[in-house]
């Protein structure tokens, strides 16, 4: 992170952990992760050995569809392609996303949604967009995945099918947990 292994440390408490009688697990989400390069993945898992992966694998269309939406209205809210809300690779003095809109107007916020509805943008919009690198790059898991095969195992790597979270969020939900080290029998209370 840009601020530094240390301060990235200090999000997850593991200082507050050591005082604790209880095991906590720690983590974060965030589908950038599954595209960063081998010399990164090789520092995480110099960093953590002994972490546990979770890639859940959604539909290539429906994934490509869902990430250009999310471009469209983030463009619209005067974000560029790739830049977050909170500027961490864009001009850091942008708001979020929520901040900007819950000061918007209600015609305002109609206006917004209109134009950052798919159907306000030529076919030619979504063809270009499909053609970037970013969305041709997260749409090849093979590609990405045998990256992280390189530095952790297959045990420490769980693979979900996102369909399965929508028919069988339980069985999902126990999966991840058990993954990630909690006890069976604490994992089905």
């Keep these: 992170h840009c601020k530094g292994f240390e301060w990235y440390i200090r999000q997850f408490g593991y200082h507050s952990q050591k005082a604790s009688a209880v095991a906590l697990h720690y983590g974060e989400i965030t589908p950038c992760y599954v595209v960063l390069p081998e010399t990164t993945i090789a520092e ?32 619209t809210m005067g974000l560029s392609a790739g830049e977050f809300a909170d500027g961490v690779t864009g001009n850091t003095s942008n708001n979020s996303n929520a901040n900007k809109r819950a000061k918007l107007s209600a015609a305002q916020q ?40 390189k530095y952790f195992p297959s045990s420490s790597i769980l693979l979900i ?12 939900l126990l999966k991840v947990v058990m993954h990630i080290g909690v006890e069976e029998e604490k994992a089905k209370q």
């Design 44 to 75: 995480i898992h110099k960093c953590f050995p002994n972490l546990k992966i979770i890639f859940v694998a959604r539909d290539l269309v429906d994934r490509a569809w869902s990430a250009m939406i999310m471009e469209l209205r983030d463009q």
């Design 110 to 149: 109609r206006r917004l949604e209109q134009q950052s509805s798919p159907s306000s943008q030529p076919d030619s919009y979504f063809r270009d967009r499909l053609r970037d690198a970013t969305h041709d790059s997260r749409s090849n898991y093979a590609k990405h995945l045998i990256n992280w095969y």
């Design 161 to 172: 099918d996102y369909r399965e979270i929508e028919s069988n969020p339980r069985d999902v």
